[in-house]
């Protein structure tokens, strides 16, 4: 026999909740019936994944390898459920959408915001990576329903190029730098401390990358996971630092100079099979450019147009 998403879900109802009593309760079913459901698990998986305590349970090594597992498989039939009810025209579910970090604070926003005025009653959950191969991956897993990324070589289902996400370089008003505004050469700032980021995450590769192709390493004042947090230690005076322009607002007072040449990632939204059309809807939504390249950003290039 084979295991049931609602032995899975009993169990790790269970494994929440700390004991069977609560469990129960709130499934609204018999104590002994989900007691008997866990036991038939715990049979069609070879040993206890659970330890009965006399107050509450304990997971066995067993369960700890069959809880993420088990979670998993939940979420996967919850996302093919919501898929159904889209395909069939109801406005209704979530919408899982991966990205990653610096995507979710530069671009999404104003994704969403679009979107969600036409459809209000679909709930968003956003799965944040740190760097696109792990998007990928989640991706491929059935982790989220769309993606919005770097554009991945090689994918196989339906991939729409929404632009080049340009990177600019931040620094504290009143700082002295190198080059004639708006442009600056990276090499030229060899001799500056950095607002890093905390490696492995795609926005260290890329001002590694930069740098790296302007022949020296940078001096490191301090680290940060995310692209917002790198702007306000910059504005601080701890360093300069490398990030996408849509991160920073349109009334920045601080110094933005393009780096010369420029400094890009090209980002697409993909999906693994045909989008229904509230997934359609977002991947329209997302596909602006003004959200990619904010107008202050390209206005200072005197590109305002693009």
Not at 129 to 151: K, W, Y
Not at 203 to 219: E, S, V
Not at 234 to 257: H, K
Request: glycine content about 8%.
């Amino acid at each position: 026999m084979a295991v049931s998403l609602r032995q899975l879900e009993y169990f790790v109802a269970v494994v929440d909740d700390g004991s069977f009593t609560t469990a129960a309760a709130r499934l609204h079913v018999s104590q002994p019936g989900l007691s008997h459901q866990i036991q038939a698990l715990e049979r069609q998986l070879g040993g206890p994944l659970l330890e009965r305590l006399s107050r509450g349970v304990r997971l066995t090594p067993a369960g700890r390898t069959a809880l993420p597992h088990a979670r998993a498989s939940l979420a996967h039939a919850e996302r093919a459920r919501t898929a159904a009810l889209r395909a069939s025209g109801i406005d209704a579910g979530e919408l899982h959408v991966g990205t990653l970090f610096s995507i979710s604070v530069g671009i999404l926003p104003g994704a969403l915001r679009i979107w969600r005025a036409k459809y209000p009653d679909v709930q968003v959950r956003l799965v944040e990576f740190r760097r696109s191969d792990d998007l990928i991956s989640a991706m491929e897993a059935g982790q989220a329903d769309v993606a919005v990324g770097p554009t991945p070589e090689g994918w196989a289902g339906p991939t729409r190029e929404i632009g080049a996400e340009k990177f600019v370089v931040t620094a504290a008003a009143g700082t002295v730098l190198p080059g004639i505004p708006p442009l600056v050469r990276i090499g030229d700032l060899a001799d500056q401390l950095w607002v890093h980021y905390t490696p492995p995450s795609g926005l260290a590769d890329i001002l590694n990358a930069a740098c790296d192709q302007a022949g020296f390493q940078p001096q490191v004042a301090v680290r940060t996971e995310q692209a917002p947090s790198a702007l306000n230690l910059c504005l601080a005076g701890l360093g300069i630092t490398l990030l996408p322009g849509n991160v920073v607002p349109p009334q920045f007072d601080g110094i933005m100079l393009h780096p010369d040449p420029p400094v890009e990632r090209r980002l697409s939204v993909y999906t693994r099979v045909r989008p229904d059309p509230i997934t359609e809807a977002f991947v329209d939504a997302i596909s602006d450019q003004t959200l990619v390249n904010p107008a202050h950003v390209l206005e200072q290039l005197g590109r305002g147009d693009l």
